[in-house]
């Protein structure tokens, strides 16, 4: 059964760091499109972070630039965000997904994707002040 799963999360204060690890079973990173997103109470889910094997094309929110790296092991089918210089506006459930591509093209101008094929679970992250 393919399945992703999230871990790292906690409880961190303000300008401490994190690294949040995503695992995949059943399928392989190769070709996919590996994406972090992140929703706090209140607010419509965000993307953070991505980059696509298949392509190479990548994304990063500019709230999170410079902060916030990915990073992954092929070998062992896992991916991570590192988070350092963490503000309590970063507290949110992150998610991280795997699907076809990061950006897709419409009237000429490229887009987030944000419809994968597979999700896990999430991981809370909570900065405090």
């Known amino acids: 059964e393919a399945q992703l799963a999230e871990s790292g999360g906690g409880l961190v204060q303000a300008g401490g760091s994190l690294r949040l690890s995503c695992a995949a079973s059943?399928?392989?990173?190769?070709?996919?499109?590996i994406g972090w997103f992140r929703q706090a109470p209140g607010k419509e889910r965000e993307g953070v972070s991505c980059v696509s094997h298949r392509d190479g094309s990548t994304f990063t929110a500019d709230s999170v630039k410079g902060r916030f790296t990915m990073t992954s092991d092929n070998a062992k089918n896992m991916i991570y965000l590192q988070m350092n210089s963490l503000k309590t506006e970063d507290t949110a459930v992150y998610f991280c997904?795997?699907?076809?591509?990061?950006?897709?093209?419409?009237?000429?101008?490229?887009?987030?994707?944000?419809?994968?094929?597979?999700w896990g679970q999430g991981t809370q992250v909570t900065v405090s002040s």
């Open positions: 059943g399928f392989s990173f190769d070709d996919y499109a």
């Open positions: 997904a795997a699907g076809s591509a990061c950006l897709y093209k419409s009237g000429g101008r490229w887009y987030l994707n944000e419809e994968y094929d597979y």
